[in-house]
């Protein structure tokens, strides 16, 4: 079960550049991966590119099956998109939602 998870994320894919990755570790979980493509950063445009990437460790109790795995992993993208939404927003050059802000994210 454990090799038939990290087999279900390793073959997504998504848009172009996006990495993933499934591995059955000893102890019966699976850890997953999810690594965006290089991107700019918003506070420094001269800085190089950030890949960015996301992990999660499903323990040996929870479920494993394709659906699951499928969740879990398109949340992880959800999660890194949602996260360069809210770097980059901006009004008029504030960015409210930041979540490298000050304050961090505004709820």
Do not use: C, I, K, N
Not at 15 to 37: I, K, Y
Not at 53 to 58: A, H, K, M, N
Not at 67 to 84: I, N
């Amino acid at each position: 079960m454990e090799e038939d998870a990290a087999a279900e994320a390793s073959r997504t894919s998504y848009r172009p550049g996006w990495r993933f990755s499934g591995q059955a570790m000893p102890d019966g979980s699976v850890s997953l991966l999810v690594e965006s493509p290089p991107w700019p950063d918003v506070s420094d445009p001269a800085a190089p590119p950030v890949r960015l990437g996301v992990s999660r460790l499903l323990h040996p109790s929870w479920p494993m099956d394709r659906s699951s795995v499928r969740r879990t992993v398109r949340s992880m993208v959800h999660e890194l998109e949602r996260h360069e939404a809210d770097e980059w927003l901006s009004w008029g050059g504030e960015r409210p939602f930041d979540p490298h802000g000050p304050a961090g994210p505004v709820p």
